[in-house]
């Protein structure tokens, strides 16, 4: 059952990165914590194609308590009237990633965007519970901030004429530290809300398939990178191959 999956997936990743940090193996085998990841998200099951995005949505979903904790944001949603600022309403939403737009090449741009106050007019009309559709303003901000933050380029689309799947092949620099106090809803003096880059996911493909691989840093305020391609790893010579892996290109090709 569901349940018992629950049980057996905490120990099995507790096995599992025990072994990675002890064994004197070159390569580790995830088979037990896969198996019984696999049997509560058939999604997941060998052979099938499915982005790493939505690994890590299941995977943190299924661990609880202060490990579940470290991932989840919390952002408050507010709708206010356009034409008088009158409140509309607000809720609170919790997320364990942050998507983000690749198009202005920038995740620091991609994320401003992102908290940008929207503007819904015309057909994108606010819809309130008795029908009305209002003009109306929304604004996002950040009400928990989790110590890891995940955020997810958006390199892939759909193509309704073609019912294909896209990819975006573009550069987008990503820094290597951030600060999001500008984007709290109540920042305190005594938090500096400032992160350090730990780690980029990087797919290799096209829309309909492909491979990923992990870029690490061997240390938090190194700049020391990793590369985990399935059971080899390499390390990472210079700064601008990191940036070639981890930006991708800048051809602006969609495949």
Not at 16 to 22: I, N, T
Not at 148 to 155: A, G, N
Not at 196 to 221: F, P, R
């Amino acid at each position: 059952s569901n349940d018992d999956d629950e049980m057996l997936i905490i120990p099995s990743l507790s096995s599992l990165f025990v072994e990675m940090e002890f064994s004197r193996k070159s390569e580790i085998n995830p088979e037990c914590f896969f198996t019984i990841f696999s049997s509560k998200h058939s999604d997941f099951e060998l052979g099938k194609q499915q982005d790493a995005q939505e690994f890590v949505e299941y995977f943190i979903d299924d661990i609880k308590g202060k490990a579940h904790d470290l991932f989840e944001w919390t952002l408050l949603t507010k709708y206010n009237k356009l034409d008088d600022g009158q409140e509309i309403s607000s809720k609170d939403e919790t997320f364990v990633s942050i998507p983000l737009s690749v198009e202005s090449g920038s995740m620091n741009e991609s994320i401003k965007d992102f908290f940008t106050p929207q503007k819904l007019t015309g057909e994108n009309l606010y819809q309130a519970s008795n029908g009305m559709k209002i003009e109306s303003i929304v604004t996002q901000r950040i009400k928990v901030a989790p110590p890891v933050l995940i955020f997810q380029l958006k390199r892939f689309d759909y193509d309704k004429a073609t019912q294909n799947r896209l990819k975006i092949n573009k550069k987008v620099e990503i820094p290597n530290t951030l600060s999001i106090k500008s984007y709290m809803l109540n920042p305190t003096e005594n938090d500096s809300y400032h992160y350090i880059l730990n780690g980029v996911i990087v797919h290799a493909g096209n829309g309909s398939h492909g491979h990923y691989t992990s870029l690490i840093k061997e240390e938090i305020h190194s700049d020391n990178w990793l590369r985990y391609d399935d059971s080899s790893v390499s390390r990472i010579k210079t700064r601008d191959e990191f940036e070639r892996l981890a930006f991708g290109d800048d051809s602006d090709v969609v495949d």
